[in-house]
């Protein structure tokens, strides 16, 4: 059995799940600060909701998949490969505006989340007061299990050992909101974000790579059946993806170790074409640039500019 699959559904999860440890541990230090941690029952409520939500539809949406997978309709083929592009299209747009939404807001979450709390335990809303954690925490956890559960569905494919290494990267997750709340251990969680959102943002690239593959198929697969289409395959010995890059199938395959390694965790393939190229090219200029941006500009705004000229004079 091929466990190489749940290592990228293992990171993703790990990074989403830190995030949403650290709303729930704020939430959790807000209550037991204004002596309101009687409503701590409202946010496992909300983390548990959150959690069986996002498998719910992530079971949902597996199910129709495989169920198109199965079926006996002749176009069956090519909606489950334009499913795939549609579920990693989704995945990249979400993953790629948290990782740079993230890195921006990563100094005012904080505030941002005791504001929400003081707000919901108001004296004139304490009737409401677990309703409005609830929802916090629910949002928050929700959110994050969602852009986890469409990477894993942009995977479907691979079975489900996926979804094996998305439970063990919440696991180890809750372990670390442990450490930091629970037991006061320092992590330097600004390192761990800026190293983490390096290692999505090739895991998501790599997501490019694979979803125009996906599309080359179903655009191959349609040219077959019906001969009206084959005007859309104009190029060999691809479909739509133009010329061959290169072939590394004997000496860097992508079906055994360590291609596959890197073809899990990177989208490596051992048949590159021109398109998958730019477009994977063009993906790390513009949102590497823009996340990249993020952290110079979080530096520059949190003081980084005046410790630099400290060290200078």
């Not at 559904?9 to 949403?20: D, K, Q, W, Y």
């Not at 006061?184 to 997501?207: D, E, S």
Request: charged fraction near 10%.
């Amino acid at each position: 059995m091929d466990f190489s699959s749940a290592l990228p559904t293992f990171a993703i999860a790990l990074r989403e799940g830190v995030e949403a440890a650290l709303v729930v541990g704020i939430v959790l230090a807000c209550l037991q600060k204004a002596n309101r941690s009687y409503l701590n029952s409202w946010v496992y409520a909300g983390i548990a909701m959150g959690i069986a939500t996002s498998a719910v539809v992530g079971v949902g949406l597996g199910w129709i998949t495989q169920a198109i997978s199965n079926s006996s309709q002749p176009y069956a083929p090519v909606i489950k490969q334009l499913l795939q592009v549609g579920f990693s299209t989704i995945a990249i747009v979400m993953l790629s505006w948290m990782l740079i939404w993230m890195t921006r807001q990563s100094k005012s979450i904080k505030g941002e989340v005791e504001g929400a709390i003081a707000a919901t335990l108001k004296p004139d809303r304490d009737g409401n007061a677990g309703w409005g954690v609830f929802a916090l925490i629910f949002i928050a956890v929700l959110r994050e299990g969602f852009e986890t559960v469409l990477f894993i569905l942009a995977k479907f494919q691979q079975g489900w050992i996926p979804v094996f290494g998305a439970l063990g990267g919440l696991a180890v997750a809750a372990g670390i909101g442990v450490l930091l709340f629970k037991w006061g251990v320092k992590i330097n969680l600004r390192l761990f974000f800026q190293a983490m959102g390096v290692l999505l943002l090739l895991i998501v690239g790599g997501l490019v790579i694979s979803a125009l593959k996906h599309l080359d198929l179903a655009v191959a697969i349609l040219a077959r059946m019906q001969s009206n289409f084959t005007y859309l395959c104009f190029s060999q010995p691809s479909c739509i993806l133009g010329a061959m890059v290169w072939n590394t199938t004997e000496i860097l395959p992508d079906d055994r170790f360590p291609g596959l390694i890197l073809k899990t965790l990177f989208g490596y393939t051992d048949e590159l074409y021109i398109v998958q190229a730019v477009v994977y090219a063009i993906f790390l200029m513009a949102i590497g640039g823009i996340y990249f941006f993020s952290l110079s500009d979080t530096c520059y705004r949190t003081g980084c500019r005046q410790r630099h000229q400290q060290i200078k004079n």
